[in-house]
Each structure stands twice: as structure tokens, then as C-alpha cells.
């Protein structure tokens, strides 16, 4: 079943799935298979994932390699990262 999220629950859970896996700085995931994932489960195409991807890059929460192919967590973002994490999936879980 897919669900309709917001953008800024999107953003929470490619954040969530990436330190889940714990890619950060040096440790890498294609970026392909991130987008394919998250857009499994929700509604609408890839096509809105790949631009908050893209966003998320902007701001220097992801790190690429490879001309984009592969992404990371911006260690140097810890905190951030984390805080958006926390607040957005406590939002959900607490809205549910």
C-alpha cells in the first residue's frame, strides 16, 4: 500500500534509511537504490524524491560521489540530521 507523504517526511525517512544503514562520510549508497526504495512505498513517482535528494545535497546534509551516483551522510551535519530525523518521525508516530 502506498501512502501520500509530505515532503518533509520524505526528507525524514531517506535520513532515517541512510543512518539506519549507517552511511556516513566514507560509506556510500547509490543513490538509485535509495529512490527506488522510498518511492515503492509512497505515492507519486521518483521523480519528487530525486529533487528533495537533490535539495538535501544543496544544503550539504548529503554528501555524493562519483558525479552523484553514490550518496552519504554529512557527518559534519550530525546534529542536524538527527534533529530533523527525531522531530519529523515523532510528529508521525504521535499524528498516527
Given at each position: 500500500m502506498k501512502v501520500e507523504l509530505t515532503d518533509e517526511q520524505i526528507v525524514a525517512t531517506i535520513l532515517d534509511k541512510l543512518v539506519r544503514r549507517r552511511v556516513w562520510g566514507q560509506s556510500y549508497l547509490p543513490?538509485?537504490?535509495v529512490v527506488k526504495w522510498i518511492a515503492s512505498k509512497i505515492k507519486r513517482d521518483g521523480k519528487r524524491?530525486?529533487?528533495?535528494?537533490?535539495?538535501?545535497?544543496?544544503?550539504?546534509?548529503?554528501?555524493?560521489?562519483?558525479?552523484?551516483?553514490?550518496?552519504?551522510?554529512?557527518?559534519?551535519?550530525?546534529?542536524?540530521?538527527?534533529?530533523?530525523?527525531?522531530?519529523?518521525?515523532?510528529?508521525s508516530f504521535s499524528n498516527s
Open positions: 543513490m538509485d537504490s524524491v530525486r529533487r528533495i535528494m537533490k535539495d538535501l545535497i544543496k544544503e550539504r546534509i548529503l554528501l555524493t560521489k562519483k558525479s552523484g551516483a553514490v550518496i552519504s551522510l554529512n557527518p559534519e551535519e550530525f546534529e542536524r540530521i538527527m534533529e530533523i530525523r527525531r522531530r519529523v518521525l515523532d510528529e
